[in-house]
């Protein structure tokens, strides 16, 4: 059969048991995008993913990638969206809770850890051949994307942010927290540090790595001495704090991130460094705010106007981050599950927008919705939080019944989303878990948005505040004061100590024969 589908056993595999959707994705991606910014964190265009995975669907072999028709976040993004569109996760949901459990794991019972993932990894190669083969070129994948870490910023630690949920996205969770995110992303996070030693790779296998790598170079050395695209820059006028504040006309190319632009603007208007500037997208001349995301392009935000109508009310901001004041005391409260007052365009009734009253949930990833608390099993909808945008506010036109709220609209579409709750208190509760979920990494870059030296020269410097302003990260680097890997001798195999078994088995339950 050509036809591809939801299960790892329906899919036509390369030589190495793999899916050839996978392979040829990360065939692309390793050769043209190995050095890019922001790969795998980025969006691409939603029609060419959407027609990439058709086509892979249809008849994976026949699917011929080409670089200049498709660009790495295009192909990066159908990889992912593949993943999560599985019946059953890449480390499957029989094994959910048991990833999750030992990820959990104290620092101090650092060998336990990595024994225990070490047993289930064989696990799942007994049991699931074909799980195991994907996942090991995967991990092994990104470990090579985080060797590149200062060109491309994809750090292990945000690589897992992306693919702990794209890989072992369940709803079978019992795990505490943001059903089991944090611990999905620690799993991950670990499988790509101690790749190696986890996944036994042979000194062969390294050896053939680094000539892959070496070539690739070449390759792209020689790329930088093709003639260059003529330029695509834009001048764009943004604003500080809002509109009734300074405008700044800036240039901006098509790979510039929201902190790229910020940067830009501090060193033009010599501002005082402060680690709560931010970029916002401002819809309605108001109504609507987005903060966009420090490794956010901004060109696809200028490319999303040009779809609306009412678009020339919409502007950019650059402004101290609102929403970091909210973001511990809101992601520090319960998970919300509560009743709001939702409206979308396509219920609008002879142009009258109509708000129901439903019951709204943040759990495994999602943004949910029911009729009523007995349905809590069947959603009417339920929104992956990486494939929509979420905005401050509710559009007036809508004549909403409070002013506090939300709206999200889903990467590719126009149509809004409207949640109204009763106090801002609510409403930022909701952003902010959403957000939380989505950047697990955090809101604000891991170094300062401009050069020292263009802070040496801003109003107001001393080394003192800079030392406040930056002294915690919010990225925390993720080996720091891990002691290294064991290496198999030294480590007592739990599938063959009955002592280390009987050690932890309060820790984690015996593993069944699924």
């Not at 409070?402 to 990467?411: A, P, Q």
């Not at 410097?461 to 290294?484: D, F, H, K, V």
Request: neutral net charge; contains cysteine.
């Amino acid at each position: 059969s050509t036809e591809g589908g939801t299960n790892l056993q329906e899919q036509q595999l390369s030589s190495e048991n793999v899916p050839v959707i996978v392979d040829r994705c990360l065939e692309f991606v390793t050769t043209h995008g190995l050095q890019t910014e922001g790969i795998y964190r980025l969006n691409g265009t939603h029609s060419k993913i959407e027609q990439l995975l058709r086509d892979f669907n249809t008849d994976a072999r026949s699917v011929r990638l080409k670089f200049g028709e498709h660009s790495v976040h295009d192909v990066a993004n159908c990889l992912k969206r593949y993943f999560r569109n599985l019946e059953d996760p890449l480390l499957t949901k029989a094994l959910h809770d048991r990833w999750v459990e030992v990820a959990g794991f104290d620092k101090r019972e650092h060998e336990a850890k990595l024994g225990w993932f070490k047993h289930y990894l064989e696990h799942l190669q007994d049991k699931h051949p074909i799980n195991y083969a994907t996942l090991k070129k995967m991990i092994g994948h990104l470990k090579s994307v985080s060797d590149y870490s200062k060109s491309n910023l994809m750090t292990s630690t945000n690589l897992s942010a992306v693919f702990g949920p794209t890989l072992m996205a369940s709803e079978m969770t019992t795990a505490p927290g943001f059903g089991g995110t944090n611990q999905e992303i620690e799993t991950i996070g670990y499988m790509i540090d101690y790749y190696a030693w986890l996944f036994d790779v042979s000194e062969t296998e390294i050896q053939k790595e680094k000539e892959i790598q070496k070539h690739i170079e070449m390759l792209r050395k020689a790329q930088e001495t093709q003639p260059q695209t003529p330029d695509l820059d834009i001048l764009m006028e943004v604003y500080l704090e809002d509109k009734t504040g300074k405008r700044v006309n800036v240039k901006i190319s098509p790979d510039y991130t929201a902190e790229h632009l910020c940067s830009q603007i501090i060193s033009l208007k010599g501002l005082r460094p402060d680690r709560t500037w931010a970029l916002f997208e401002v819809i309605g001349d108001g109504d609507l705010q987005r903060m966009l995301h420090y490794e956010e392009r901004v060109f696809p935000v200028l490319e999303s106007w040009k779809d609306h109508s009412g678009s020339a009310a919409n502007y950019l901001c650059m402004k101290h981050n609102f929403i970091l004041e909210r973001m511990e005391e809101a992601t520090n409260s319960p998970t919300p599950w509560c009743q709001l007052k939702y409206c979308e365009d396509k219920r609008k009734i002879i142009n009258k927008y109509s708000f129901e009253k439903y019951f709204f949930e943040v759990s495994g990833g999602k943004l949910s919705y029911y009729k009523d608390t007995k349905s809590r099993e069947k959603p009417i909808a339920a929104w992956l939080v990486e494939e929509f945008n979420i905005y401050v506010g509710v559009e007036r036109k809508k004549s909403p019944p409070t002013k506090c709220g939300f709206t999200i609209v889903r990467n590719g579409e126009s149509l809004t989303r409207t949640a109204c709750c009763e106090s801002d208190e609510e409403m930022y509760k909701w952003v902010c878990h959403i957000l939380k979920l989505k950047y697990p990494q955090g809101l604000q870059p891991p170094t300062p948005l401009a050069p020292m030296a263009l802070y040496a020269a801003a109003p107001g410097y001393s080394q003192e505040a800079l030392s406040q302003s930056y002294g915690t990260q919010i990225n925390p680097t993720r080996t720091g004061g891990r002691p290294p890997p064991p290496s198999p001798g030294t480590l007592t195999s739990p599938t063959k100590s009955k002592s280390f078994l009987k050690k932890i088995s309060s820790k984690i339950p015996s593993l069944d024969k699924n």
